[in-house]
Nanobody, 124 residues
């Protein structure tokens, strides 16, 4: 079992940077791939990016590639989503998720554990 808690979301202006954190509990966190998703009002939850259990592999949605960076610290049981050059269209609730897998899934149905989400609002 893995419990996830996101933090760091807030209101920022366009062009700003923000770092979200995902704190995990559970002894086997290092065995889980981690994904970040977001959901804007009236839209489906979408994949933002993910990182393998080792941290060696990362994947990003085209909409955030080059602006967002995912990392993790297995010793501290923390995952991070660094967001730069934020745009109003990045406004959403951001979720971290974990999957006991050697690959990084990109769909919501493949993740077993989810955090409660943290709101990111980007004003123009």
């Amino acid at each position: 079992q893995v419990q996830l808690v996101e933090s760091g979301g807030r209101l920022v202006q366009a062009g700003a940077s923000l770092r979200l954190s995902c704190a995990a509990s559970g002894r086997t966190f290092r065995s889980y791939a981690m994904g970040w998703f977001r959901q804007a009002p009236g839209k489906e939850r979408e994949f933002v990016g993910g990182i393998s259990w080792s941290g060696r592999s990362t994947y990003y949605a085209d909409s955030v590639k080059g602006r967002f960076t995912i990392s993790r610290d297995n010793a501290k049981k923390l995952g991070y989503l660094q967001m730069n050059s934020l745009k109003p269209e990045d406004t959403a609730v951001y979720y971290c998720a974990a999957d006991y897998s050697t690959v990084v899934p990109t769909t919501t149905r493949d993740y077993d554990f989810w955090g409660q989400g943290t709101q990111v609002t980007v004003s123009s």
